[in-house]
């Protein structure tokens, strides 16, 4: 934005020569000139619209067809505004040739406009067209037809949820197929296998079926007795273990028939002499088989192979009743069990699931980092600003356009006396608190006299409410700034060191201040946040990437 400081006499050349330039404008819209024998000249089709209608702006070129032109680019016609730029016709005439650009241009806002020269270059030689007034008026509303009404004040809009169901819909999604893997491996009840079936039965039924396929095998049609005897034994050895509690397994042959006999003399078991003999006989058999390479004929060990069955059904038939007692054990026995196997499928589930989340973890810290991660999963109030929906909207009069991650909340301010001698109005409009994680806020002020703003005293003003605030060590710097349209203004930035009212540790804050304005009235944006917060920076690197103001009242 430029300020424009004239003396009277100069402001007196400047009237005079706007009449001309007008004068000249309602006779004849086409200006020339020529320098080193190349003429450049402009037009504009009117000079007065309403708002929102467009000017043709025209340029004319004519030069050398070897000279190299540059015509004005982007929006230098400010205050007002390019809509597009077309080239129109090249027209060649000998060594000489005619280049046309037409620019549309209009304006949103009431008033008298000057177009400045633009500069066109020949060569890198530079041109200048000369300067156009315009007026553009308002919309005229007859207020006989259309019934007026009051403006209506800001309304609450309830805060976007979508973002963070979409979040929530997709940890659901993951736990639950998290969950449905660990119940079809661990919790679910499988199939049982033939060998879970058969070990699953009573120990005097899985010795009767085991000895039933041993009898089908094919280890004596194959000449392998010792692996028949193994077997043998073992079932007989594991049933009294399991049936008669009696360590039959790790046992000798001969101890083994030493307790069992001590169990008939005690009466806990009720076998006759010629059975223990008998059962005596084949384990001493089998030990041949297997230590001495003892090799009995076929029917001898299928006839042992009976015997064996013979006594399985006598010591089952010899064993006393169990008692109500021996009954609740054991049935609290398979209880405790059965709570065992579940515990056990519960710990490998629970181990499993916490494997999978420390992998998921580890695998996001690797790809997006700790920070994003832990601001991701518990939460960071910058972040949540930053990631949702933004606010676009015009504040005060003159406007200031910005866009901001929420909406800025108008705010009453009591001006002293004094002040409100010199201050027509002033709208101020903010989000958060200078004290906060992140502030925005905006000003507009229009002045009862067209004079040039303060920017001195305003930002004297703004840093001198941060002392009052807490905040000390303020370094402040300055330099020009551009709005998206190219208006200049004043930007004051620094740091200061903050104490936080809740844990009263002191931590480093920065601003960014930036100041526009001209004849009768001034802008101003005040934006603060912690330093290091990254999500911080690139909420305000993108409004100010937004920022634009309006220069004319």
């Known amino acids: 934005m430029q300020v424009e400081i004239l003396k009277p006499e100069a402001k007196h050349l400047a009237s005079l020569l706007k009449r001309v330039v007008l004068f000249c404008l309602l006779i004849s819209p086409l200006v020339g000139f020529s320098q080193n024998e190349s003429k450049v000249s402009s037009e504009i089709d009117t000079t007065a619209i309403k708002i929102g209608e467009q000017i043709q702006y025209k ?57 400045p020269s633009q500069r066109i270059a020949i060569n890198e030689q530079p041109f200048f067209t000369d300067s156009f007034q315009v007026k553009v008026a308002d919309v005229v509303v007859d207020t006989t037809k259309q019934k007026m009404f009051d403006i209506k004040p800001l309304i609450e809009v309830e805060k976007s949820y979508a973002k963070i169901w979409k979040i929530l819909l997709w940890i659901v999604i993951g736990l639950i197929i998290i969950g ?19 070990a699953l039965l009573p120990p005097y039924d899985r010795a009767l079926l085991e000895l039933k396929k041993l009898e089908n095998s094919k280890y004596l049609i194959q000449d392998e007795y010792k692996k028949y005897y193994s077997e043998l034994t073992d079932i007989v050895r594991s049933y009294l273990e399991e049936d008669v509690h009696v360590s039959a397994l790790e046992s000798t042959t001969g101890q083994l028939i030493a307790k069992l006999e001590m169990l ?36 001898i060990a299928e006839q042992d192979r009976k015997l064996v069955e013979q006594i399985v059904v006598k010591t089952h038939d010899a064993l006393p009743e169990p008692t109500e007692e021996e009954l609740l054990q054991t049935e609290e026995y398979l209880e405790e069990l059965a709570k065992k196997k579940q515990r056990k499928k519960i710990y490998w589930a629970a181990a499993i699931f ?67 001698e010199l201050i027509k109005e002033l709208q101020t409009f903010s989000y958060g608190s200078y004290v906060g994680v992140f502030s925005v806020a905006t000003s507009s002020v229009t002045y009862k006299e067209e004079t040039d703003p303060n920017f001195d005293a305003a ?63 001034m802008q101003q944006i005040v934006i603060t946040w912690e330093d290091g917060d990254d999500y911080a920076e690139k909420i305000v690197s993108r409004i100010l990437s937004t920022l634009d103001v309006k220069t004319q009242t």
């Open 264 to 299: 008939k003399d005690a009466g806990e078991l009720k076998l006759d002499d010629e059975t223990l003999t008998q059962f005596q006989n084949i384990l001493q058999t089998a030990d041949l088989v297997k230590f001495a390479k003892s090799k009995p004929s076929t029917s």
């Open 59 to 115: 340029i004319t070129v004519e030069t050398d067809s070897l000279n190299v032109v540059h015509f004005p680019e982007g929006q230098t016609f400010s205050p007002l505004e390019t809509v597009e730029a077309i080239m129109m016709d090249t027209v060649k005439n000998k060594n000489k040739v005619i280049l046309q650009k037409v620019y549309a241009l209009t304006q949103f806002d009431s008033g008298a406009y000057t177009i």
């Open 180 to 198: 449905g893997l660990v119940y079809w491996f661990f919790l679910r009840k499988k199939p049982l296998t033939e060998e879970e079936k058969v």
């Open 354 to 420: 916490v494997g999978v989340l420390f992998l998921g973890t580890g695998l996001s810290i690797a790809y997006y980092g700790f920070k994003e991660v832990r601001d991701s999963v518990f939460g960071h109030p910058t972040k949540e600003l930053l990631e949702g929906e933004w606010i676009s909207s015009s504040y005060g009069y003159p406007p200031i356009e910005i866009e901001t991650p929420d909406v800025l909340i108008r705010q009453e301010v009591d001006l002293p006396a004094e002040t409100q």
């Open 459 to 521: 930002i004297t003003n703004t840093l001198g409410a941060f002392e009052s605030l807490g905040v000390k060590n303020i370094i402040t710097k300055q330099e020009e700034f551009a709005t998206k349209s190219g208006v200049k203004g004043l930007k004051t930035y620094g740091t200061g060191n903050l104490k936080s009212p809740v844990s009263n540790e002191s931590k480093k804050a920065k601003y960014a201040i930036l100041s526009f304005g001209g004849k009768g009235f």
